[in-house]
């Protein structure tokens, strides 16, 4: 049988079109997008209680997650190891969002779908995912403005749709820190803005210094035993 060159040329193609991006391409929240949802919810240093108050502590983490167990937790964290916290907190909203996803999806695409679904909890009825494997990226994107309640929530719900359509992080990298008193009660007043990327940055910077840090007093001490055993040498 025969090849009519239609079928010959649908063929060629065929196998001359770009593969399709693979599903499993984006497994993880940038560290952008750390960052701008950590600049969302906020952080806690010590232990504080919930708006149904549980024992809370750094983003959101409570006994459920893991440890530390904010109940018998009297210390402070470090803005490192909030951060690195909520890194580990977030792998479960990062399967979640995996577990629906049929179509690929940009980097600031997911991103934006892990904020939501921290935020809502609502990723698998949502329908903006409906509309997003259904290759309807525009709808998608404004059902993210179904979820606006309450009122409140509205801002941070238009910068994870403006994220999710324009790949836009709107947090510069900043986090405000709140304090809580020996009750648990955060001092929503009191807040103050860090340079969260700055923080992490340092950090990056420190331990990529550290390894040759560790190597000069070797160093000297090779230097000064070469010294040693030179001046045995003398007559």
Known sequence: MTTSPKSAAATAGARNRPAKASLAAVQSVSREGLMELIGHEGIVQTRYKDSVGVWTIGVGHTKSAGPPNPVAFLGTMTIAEVYDLFRRDIAKYEADVRS???VAVSQTEFDALVSFHFNTG???????????NAGDRQSA????M???RPAEIIPRRKKEQKLFAQGHYSGGGKATVYPADADGKVKWNQGRI???ASVLD????????TPAAAARPRTAARKDAARRASRSKLP
């Open 100 to 102: 629906v996803l049929t």
């Open 122 to 132: 609502g990723i698998r009825r949502a329908s903006l995912v409906q509309s997003l």
């Open 141 to 144: 994107a404004a059902q993210f």
């Open 146 to 148: 179904n979820w606006s």
């Open 194 to 196: 860090i340079d969260l």
């Open 202 to 209: 340092r950090r990056a910077a420190n331990t990529l210094e």
